[in-house]
């Protein structure tokens, strides 16, 4: 994300990253190579990475996550569902290998953990009412109004409302995307911030409840409209295993197979063009 954001970041937030750096650990790659498993997280969040009814793992993190587990010689996934704020932690304390969740690529959180290079590319939307009755179409009023707006616990749209002068008290954290639909729909908040993926498969599911707003206005921070890179993510001494992804995932992104993934969970083709736009050193660094 932009430097302004990176100002935004509380001081507990940075207190407590230090704090869960300490315990991180290293995936070893030989030994998850010799075992033929490999441990991957997911947030259980559509369309980036998630569980089917079936128990099967799907989504643009998980279905490429599996073509590079098997380049590599991996045979078995064990995939784990958590919340998306537990990942890091997670990754830390030697939960899981990687996490396959399209993760945006930030400054604070390079700090905590390794990257892959991005994987994919994708802007931001808003949930609200069915019919809009707030009449909301950006991020940026709720600094203006009374109106509250919802975010994840744990998402990067918190950096982009603070960016935005959004007052803490306009601000309802929830613990996951499947809590959006009841929180728009009552009134608890009058919107919801999440990605333009996620808000359309929400708007899908609670028809009748809830709407993508319609000519949303992208989030401008330091005289740029704000867009995420996702990618892989590791415990920060994973090297060889993040090269390792990496090298595979720069040849997958040249195949048709990778093109067809992206579109079958609602990437466009500009999505898919913009996330060869940023390496995850330039996106590190801010």
Known sequence: MKKALQTCLTAAFTAGALGLAATAQAADLAAIQKSGTIRIAVANEIPYGYMDLSGQAKGAGPDVAAHIAKALGIKNIQWTTTSFGSLIPGLQADRYDMVAAEMAILPQRCQQIAFSEPNSSYGEGLLVAEGNPKNIHDYASFAKSSNKIAIMAGA???????????????????????????????????????????????????????????????????????????????????????????????????????KKIMTQYGFSSEDAAKSFDRSTAQLCKG
């Open 156 to 258: 990067d749209q918190l950096e982009m409302l603070q960016a935005l002068k959004v007052p803490a008290d306009r601000i309802v954290t929830i613990s996951s995307n499947a809590d959006a639909i009841s929180t728009v729909s009552t009134g608890r908040a009058d919107g919801y911030a999440a990605t333009s993926l996620t808000v359309g498969q929400l708007a899908d599911k609670g028809k009748g409840k809830v709407e993508a707003a319609q000519h949303f206005k992208d989030p401008v921070v330091d005289g740029q409209p704000v867009r995420s890179w996702g990618g892989f993510a590791f415990a920060k001494d994973s090297t060889a295993l993040r090269d390792a992804v990496n090298k595979e995932l720069a040849k997958f992104k040249k195949t048709d197979d990778w």
